[in-house]
């Protein structure tokens, strides 16, 4: 009866810490984000920002998986997720990138021709 | 006499006691564990304060309270976290014991993105267009 209960409370915290791991920069959705946020731009911000906006999330893709590396080597070594403990978990970033990067896409259509270059 | 379970006929009144007992400090524990960022409400914010803000003006307040938001997120998240390590570490929620509880910090700005998307559909757009 002991050695359940210890099992289960193991399992429990288990779940409870890999739910607090870093999670994969591919699988993280886009955020809603509006087309008005970009009201006024003109072609060519719309353009500087979609690039911009690739090499912000180029560089958070990297952070990311950096941090979930750092996640498994707390895990092996101190039994919790090192990296997310201290903010390194980037989804939440990510997510409003890429939610940011759709909406620029797409007014970027909507206002500019050849707008098949982006 | 009312039928009592086997669990606290094997426990004794006391055992039911302190089993209850610790159910209640566990529920008070959990309770201060910090919230999902997704899970908290917007607050009620006034469109009105907005009226002054062209709409471009607007455009780059939504992307400055988007920002703002996922940096709280970000510190939420990792509230939480820190909190589910403190229970399985030290059994109670560490973090959230001896840090700010920013949760009307983003209650609040998910409430100032609201009403610039209420503004910016009503004067920008001219219609109840929906983000």
Redesign the interface.
């Known amino acids: 009866m002991r050695r359940r209960t210890g099992f289960l409370h193991g399992l429990g915290a288990a779940l409870l810490l890999a739910s607090g791991c870093a999670q994969a920069p591919e699988t993280v959705a886009a955020a809603p984000v509006s087309e008005a946020q970009y009201l006024g731009w003109d072609c060519a911000q719309l353009r500087f920002e979609v690039g911009r906006l690739d090499r912000v999330l180029a560089d958070l893709y990297v952070e990311q998986r950096q941090s979930r590396n750092d996640d498994a080597l707390g895990y092996v070594f101190a039994l919790a997720p090192l990296a997310s403990m201290s903010g390194g978990d980037l989804r939440h970033q990510i997510a409003l990138r890429k939610g940011e990067h759709a909406a620029a896409r797409q007014a970027a259509n909507r206002r500019c021709l050849h707008a098949a270059r982006f | 006499m009312p039928p009592v379970s086997d669990a606290r006929r094997r426990a004794g009144p006391h055992g039911a006691g302190a089993f209850r007992a610790a159910a209640l400090a566990a529920a008070l524990a959990l309770g201060a564990c910090a919230q999902t960022?997704e899970s908290i409400a917007p607050a009620a914010v006034d469109e009105g304060r907005y009226g002054y803000l062209t709409?471009?003006e607007?455009?780059h307040e939504?992307?400055r309270l988007?920002?703002g938001?996922?940096?709280l997120?970000?510190?939420q998240?990792?509230k939480?976290?820190?909190d589910?390590?403190g229970?399985?570490?030290l059994l109670h929620p560490a973090h959230s014991a001896r840090t700010h509880d920013i949760r009307s910090w983003i209650a609040l700005h998910k409430g100032e993105l609201e009403a610039v998307?209420r503004a910016?559909a009503r004067r920008?757009?001219r219609a109840p267009?929906r983000?």
Do not use: D, K, Q
């Open positions: 960022p709409c471009p607007m455009g939504m992307a988007n920002r938001l996922a940096n997120a970000t510190e998240s990792a939480r976290v820190n589910a390590v229970w399985t570490h998307e910016m920008c757009f267009v983000f």
